[in-house]
């Protein structure tokens, strides 16, 4: 089946680097995705990873292990804006189709 | 670009009443997703379109749901009839081949009563 497993809940302080984990299990792996999401307010894409390592964006990063089927997400300098849900999600291909499944988020909350 | 737009932004009906949700794409982009958001579920595939063409409906979750994707600029989302249990935030998101993000629609936050 597929499964996708991050933490509900997390907290920093404000200039602080926090790291998001997420496992995933699927049967035809084809990429990871991160997403942001503010409260009340739409997702938007923050990276993508298809090959093993670290890509870095400015103040976020993202790494994968497709052996361990595990990402994480990294966040430096934590600025307040920053609090919102993060979404890992796994594009996977089965007879030829993709699906995109979505963990639940999780929920960070940045205090000053 | 004015991304994907999403009509209405909000929705509140009677159970037993049909439903239509409303998205237009980012022209240009050839793949269009229906998602459902609850805070129990998250994020849900309901179905996904290339070319104006539906690839997978599996996450459809029973007949009452119905989508069209009628021209490369528009698609509703039906539900006929409408249960308590469809209450939840319905997303539109569109990409194009060769990137792999999506952009989404500000969504539809639908109340069934």
């Known amino acids: 089946g597929q499964n996708i497993d991050q933490p509900t809940e997390m907290t920093a302080t404000e200039g602080a680097i926090v790291q998001i984990n997420c496992t995933y299990q699927?049967?035809?792996?084809?990429?990871l995705f991160w997403y942001q999401q503010h409260a009340g307010e739409a997702p938007t894409f923050l990276s993508y990873?298809?090959?093993?390592g670290l890509e870095e964006k400015g103040r976020f990063s993202s790494f994968l292990s497709r052996s361990k089927g595990y990402s994480y997400l990294l966040l430096k300098e934590l600025q307040m804006k920053d609090s919102a849900s993060y979404l890992c999600?796994?594009?996977?291909?089965?007879?030829?189709?993709?699906?995109?499944?979505f963990g639940t988020g999780t929920r960070l909350k940045v205090l000053a | 670009d004015a991304g994907v737009i999403q009509s209405p932004r909000h929705e509140v009906t009677e159970m037993g009443q049909e439903v239509t949700l409303r998205c237009k794409p980012i022209?240009?982009?050839?793949?269009l997703f229906w998602y459902r958001q609850t805070m129990m579920r998250g994020l849900e595939l309901l179905i996904y379109?290339?070319?104006?063409?539906?690839?997978?409906d599996s996450g459809m979750p029973e007949d009452r749901f119905s989508a069209k994707m009628p021209n490369a600029s528009f698609s509703t989302l039906k539900i006929q009839p409408s249960e308590p249990r469809d209450s939840a935030v319905y997303f539109c998101?569109?990409?194009?081949?060769?990137?792999?993000?999506?952009?989404f629609g500000s969504g539809t936050r639908l109340t069934v009563v």
């Open positions: 998101a569109s990409r194009e081949t060769g990137f792999p993000g999506y952009t």
């Open positions: 699927t049967s035809g792996f084809n990429g």
């Open positions: 990873n298809v090959l093993d």
């Open positions: 999600a796994v594009r996977d291909e089965t007879s030829g189709t993709y699906k995109y499944i």
């Open positions: 022209s240009g982009h050839d793949y």
């Open positions: 379109f290339n070319n104006n063409v539906p690839i997978d």
